[in-house]
C-alpha cells in the first residue's frame, strides 16, 4: 500500500550586478543574476525544500548550510540530486512537482522548456512529472521592481506505508 506525501517550498533571492542568472539549472541571459551563497537558484531551492518537507526531513538550510564553504558558489542541482537521493533511499518516488517563479524580468518563456528537462534529469524522473509557471507580480514589491526573483513549489511523493 502507497503512503503519499505532500511538501510546500518557497525561495527568493536578490538580483545583483556580476552574477549569472540561474534558475531550474538554466543560465538565462540577462544584465543581473542571483545573490547567493550557492548559484542563487531560487527556482531549485523552492522545490529541494519541498521535497524535504514532504519526506519529513527539515530543510535545505539545515543540509547545506549557508557558512559552509563547500557550497561556495555551488551548482543547486548538486543540492536537488542529493535530496533526491536521500527521499530515493528511503523509499519515495517523486509522483509530480508543480513550481511557479515570480520574476518581473526576463521572460521565463523561452527557457521553461530547458528548466524542465534540466530538472527532471537531475531527479531522474519523466519531464512530464514536472510542471514549471512563471509569473510577473504586476509590479507590485521587490519581485515588481526587478529586485529580487521568488519561486513557489509543491510536490507529492509515494513510498510505502510504514504504519
Ligand atoms: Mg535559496
Redesign the pocket.
Known sequence: MNEFRTGIGY???RLVDGRRLILGGVEIPFDRGLL?H?D???LS?AITDALLGAAGLGD?GALFADTDPRWAGADSMIFLGHVVGLLNARGYRIVNIDATILAERPKMRPYIDAMQSKLAGTMGIDPARINIKAKTNEGLDAIGRSEAIGAQAIVLIAGEDRH
Open positions: 525561495d527568493i533571492h547567493g550557492s542563487g537558484d531560487s531551492h535545505i
